[in-house]
């Protein structure tokens, strides 16, 4: 059976959560920052996937919008052209002193505003991602109100009461959430754990030997009925590193090569729907 890995790319700057960092807001600076990495990164995702992926700009408290205007905004067009996916991302977790995934006004309007900023472009999504996995009966309500029929925020095994991340027993592979209205791509895991330097497809924070043996797993995991569906995480500044660069583009070759297709959230649904 097809085995079908979302590359997803964070639009963010690095260090935002760092004490030294948290305090400054998204400037000129940084925006000009984001949208320069996110051209280096969006030319590494046309040579080693295709052009097919996910980016999640980051809305947050330090950054409600800026990664969705202007300059980005149009990048991120040209990258939908190209085959890529744009989704609306928003980090509603304990960093702005509470989390609010289950605030269904909060999240209706932040989803809503994000969403309209990228219509703006001409950019349709309905594929969405929460920041730190938070997710809540509430907030898949909303997201069903709204039209959005993929999510993005599961990681199989993770709890984090704080930041309203409930995962502990979700499926590795995509899968429907029990009542069939959202699809839900979580974030490679090899279901041995919960720490995201061993366990997760956080590719930043483990080595690549690992990262392919989280591969195999999922698919060495797979039925024979159902595609295993799953996303890797990268973040956009991490392209202006090479030793990270350079751990992505290996990935991205080792999947190809071995048997993993490479496409975007509605891509890796439909594959999914068409096996169902």
Known sequence: ????????????????????????????????????????????????????????????????????????????????????????????????????????????ASIRARRADLASAGLHTTSYRSGEFGFSAVLADVLVEEGFDIDLSSAPGHADPVNQAFWPAAPRAGHYLADGRLFEIPIGVDGQGNERVRNYMHVEVSDLDNQKRILDSLRAAAGDD?????????????????????????????????????ATPAEARAAYDRAA
């Open 1 to 108: 059976m097809q085995s079908i890995l979302v590359p997803l790319i964070d639009v963010v700057w690095p260090g935002i959560l760092a004490p030294e960092v948290r305090e400054r807001y998204a400037d000129a600076a940084i925006v000009a920052r984001c949208a320069s990495e996110f051209a280096a990164t969006h030319r590494l995702m046309v040579d080693h996937a295709g052009g097919r992926y996910a980016i999640t700009p980051y809305a947050g408290f330090l950054c409600e919008d800026a990664l969705y205007k202007g300059e980005l905004l149009e990048a991120y067009r040209t990258a939908v052209a190209g085959g890529a996916e744009v989704s609306v991302h928003i980090h509603a977790d304990r960093a702005a002193g509470e989390a609010r995934y289950s605030d269904a006004d909060f999240m209706r």
């Open 226 to 262: 159902l595609p295993a569906v799953t996303h890797a995480l990268f973040h956009s500044y991490s392209s202006a590193l090479p030793a990270m660069a350079e751990r992505w583009q290996r990935l991205l070759d080792y999947a190809a090569g071995s048997g993993w297709t490479l």
